[in-house]
């Protein structure tokens, strides 16, 4: 078990100590639900929320979703052993079941199963899960790096009972089946891609060791959203939590080297806490036109932390901005999560072709 897993089991046991999340009520989702759906276009939305979470897959959370690309696929790739079988059967499972195969399996939130381990995803192993597009591989990664009864865990996914408040707001509002990694590989590239479109650009090779941070703060340089957001005379704000400044955090600002030296960029990437000050900007109508929000780390949905944390932290993002009618009527928000978390997804990502310019990765031999 990697340190950063350790330390975060620690978090989310002392907080769940006094927590009944289960028995809270969803005002947001409600007031959300309650609201007058109205006509418009693109251009009427005047602020977007982005909301970055932690670690899951699209066929681990929402592959039993009616009419998405989920377990229902029609046009599910076949796996290239000539068996005729699905890539939803992943070979190499060592154990006794279906013909050395494995099928996805339901993790019953109410059995214990919403709490799990913390699967690899790094770079290497994320990389032949996928194959080269054959997406054949997650289970016999998996298995040769966390054992037989560990690795299985890739396979794993919930259903509506388990994610109640987040099919409901599928049922609501839009889900995107589209969904995959901006880099197969852990959380770091793939927050610098949430917040530069990029995650190398003559930079320093990144590296995320057991899930924990590396690279020190300031160590990067490349030009990011919010400074283009701010160039055009766009506002932003980021609203995050003390915790993800830590080598546990998320929020991947602190490591330009630019946000340590211009107050203006430091103000709004570290000075605005969540909740308060984003429940604050809600309610008098000061939201900036573009935020990001990173919620507190136990409530990330990474593993070993619960669904159910994040799903009330969503919640939250929604009783502030409904909270203000007029402010909601205009604003878009918008729901990911960083990477797939070592979980099984059986669409294969789009990726540019060997050779491409400007996709060079340094990287150890898969």
């Not at 039993?64 to 059967?89: E, I, N, W």
């Not at 978390?341 to 294969?348: A, K, W």
Request: hydrophobic share 35%; net charge negative; aromatic share 12%.
């Amino acid at each position: 078990m990697s340190e950063r897993v350790s330390r975060r089991e620690l978090l989310i046991r002392g907080a769940a100590a006094g927590a009944g999340l289960a028995a809270l009520g969803a005002p947001g989702l409600r007031a959300a639900l309650a609201a007058a759906p109205r006509a418009g276009r693109l251009s009427d939305i005047e602020h977007f929320v982005i909301f970055i979470q932690e670690n899951r897959s699209f066929d681990h959370y929402f592959g039993t979703y009616r009419g998405v690309r989920g377990f229902g696929d029609p046009h599910v790739q076949k796996l290239r052993d000539g068996s005729g079988r699905t890539v939803f059967a992943q070979p190499d499972y060592p154990a006794k079941g279906y013909g050395g195969h494995l099928l996805p399996f339901h993790l019953d939130s109410n059995m214990h199963g919403e709490c799990t381990h913390d699967l690899t995803h790094d770079w290497g192993p994320q990389h032949r899960a996928w194959h080269g597009g054959a997406m054949d591989r997650f289970v016999r990664e998996h298995v040769r790096a966390e054992g037989v009864q560990d690795g299985a865990l890739t396979m794993a996914y919930y259903k509506r009972s388990d994610l109640s408040y987040y099919y409901a707001l599928a049922d609501a509002f839009t889900i995107c089946d589209a969904y995959h990694c901006s880099v197969l590989g852990p959380t770091d590239p793939n927050q610098l891609y949430l917040v530069s479109g990029m995650r190398k650009h003559g930079g320093p090779l990144l590296e995320t060791l057991g899930s924990t941070r590396t690279q020190s703060f300031g160590s990067l340089s490349w030009t990011t959203m919010p400074e283009q957001l701010r160039a055009r005379g766009v506002s932003w704000k980021v609203y995050t939590t003390s915790d993800n400044f830590s080598p546990l955090g998320d929020t991947p600002l602190p490591l330009f080297k630019q946000y340590q030296s211009d107050p203006g960029l430091a103000a709004a990437a570290f000075g605005n806490q969540f909740p308060q000050q984003f429940q604050a900007d809600c309610a008098t109508g000061s939201l900036p036109q573009v935020s990001w929000i990173w919620g507190p780390v136990t409530q990330s949905e990474h593993p070993p932390a619960p669904t159910e944390w994040g799903e009330y932290t969503t919640d939250q993002i929604l009783t502030a901005l409904t909270g203000n009618p007029a402010l909601w009527a205009k604003t878009a928000l918008l729901v990911t999560w960083d990477e797939n978390g070592g979980f099984f997804d059986h669409v294969r990502p789009p990726t540019p072709p060997p050779g491409t310019a400007g996709e060079y990765v340094t990287a150890r031999p898969l």
